[in-house]
């Protein structure tokens, strides 16, 4: 509980006006808003980032990592041009369908769960660490787990891909196509399990319907954890198993924001457009001094009033944490990432 602030006028709970108007004023999310987050597992902010001040940065970057891409290819003869006068998603497409290859991980904030390498590329600039770090988007965390705020490192940037451009040989990735139903409590270790991570999903471009926006079964975050399977694209809940309801397709603009607890069932459309990649970040959020369920990957304190010189504030920094995970993996035989396994109960 704060404390009262000297002259504050005291009301009986040891709360002042002052503060109790200073907390409402913190508020974030309305009544309905929080009310949807508790009885259906999710809910969607509109207009929570700014989509010049707090997009445009993520788009110049993964614009950036193009350019890099493009050069490197045309200079190995595998492109013709780099394509520098189509706009992103135009040059991404035609740079992944020229060369027959999909670049998920030179723009991702994470590493892959198997076989880093001290060259496997990460994305750790700064400015995805603002977008990280940003004060609207901690703000709304805030409201939800309270003001001790870890960064959890399960955290992804996703290119989707129209179908046209998805290899059909060689290495795939989930980040650039459809992903599967799951829980995001599925894809952690158990000792993460009541850690309370909130999964914060955040559109850089439009979602929608046709170029592959999330979809949840509401209410679904309520029976606990569902078994898993291991698949190509990574791990998912069977059919027989899934929620018996509708599930809610989430169309959104830039700006606003998805918050869903580790328990909502999501999955996510199939971009069937021609010429538009879906690009999104999925981070994690959760009180500090609670198990991650990624112990091999660093997060770090965005956010704390009781130990304000325990927040990360530096991008070199965190960078610094990403490279240094990097360079002890590529030493080590893969980690464990999940606790699921192909071909026994469910999934035989
Ligand atoms: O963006 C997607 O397609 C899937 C995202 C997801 O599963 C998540 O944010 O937890
Ligand atoms: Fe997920």
């Not at 850690?195 to 559109?203: A, C, E, G, Q, Y």
């Not at 990574?234 to 899934?242: E, K, N, P, V």
């Not at 459309?269 to 091999?296: A, C, F, H, M, W």
């Amino acid at each position: 509980m704060l404390a009262p602030l000297a002259g504050d006028d005291i009301i009986e709970n040891g709360w002042s006006f002052r503060n109790l108007e200073k907390r409402a004023a913190m508020r974030v999310l309305t009544l309905a808003q929080r009310e949807q987050f508790e009885m259906e597992g999710y809910v969607v902010v509109d207009g929570v980032l700014d989509p010049v001040k707090d997009l445009a940065p993520v788009i110049a970057d993964c614009e950036r990592v193009l350019d890099g891409l493009a050069e490197a290819l045309l200079r190995g003869g595998r492109i013709q041009s780099t394509y520098r006068d189509l706009d992103f998603a135009g040059r991404l497409i035609q740079v992944c369908i020229e060369s027959g290859q999909n670049f998920w991980q030179d723009f991702d904030i994470s590493l892959p769960l198997t076989g880093v390498r001290h060259d496997t590329p990460i994305n750790v600039s700064p400015a995805m660490f603002r977008l990280l770090t940003s004060p609207r988007l901690l703000d709304l965390v805030d409201d939800l787990i309270g003001p001790e705020i870890y960064s959890n490192p399960v955290q992804h940037v996703r290119l989707k891909l129209p179908e046209r451009a998805v290899t059909k040989t060689g290495p795939y990735s989930g980040l650039v196509s459809q992903t599967p139903w799951h829980q995001d409590n599925g894809v952690i270790l158990p000792e993460g399990d009541e850690s309370k991570i909130l999964t914060v999903w955040v559109p850089v471009n439009r979602a929608t319907i046709e170029n592959g926006c999330l979809q949840v079964f509401p209410s679904s975050h309520g029976s606990g954890l569902i078994p898993h399977c291991p698949v190509e694209k990574g791990l998912t809940i069977s059919d027989s198993l899934l929620p018996a309801n509708a599930p809610v397709p989430l169309a959104m603009q830039p700006g606003s924001v998805l918050l869903m607890t580790s328990r909502t069932v999501h999955s996510s459309l199939d971009n069937r457009t021609e010429n538009e990649v879906r690009i999104s970040l999925d981070l994690r959020y959760q009180p500090v001094g609670k198990p991650t369920g990624r112990p091999v990957f660093p997060g770090f304190v965005a956010r704390s009033t009781a130990c304000p010189s325990s927040v990360m504030n530096d991008p070199a920094g965190w960078a610094s944490l990403w490279l240094e995970a990097r360079a002890r993996l590529a030493e080590e035989n893969d980690p464990t990432f999940n606790r699921w396994k192909a071909g026994v109960g469910v999934c035989a």
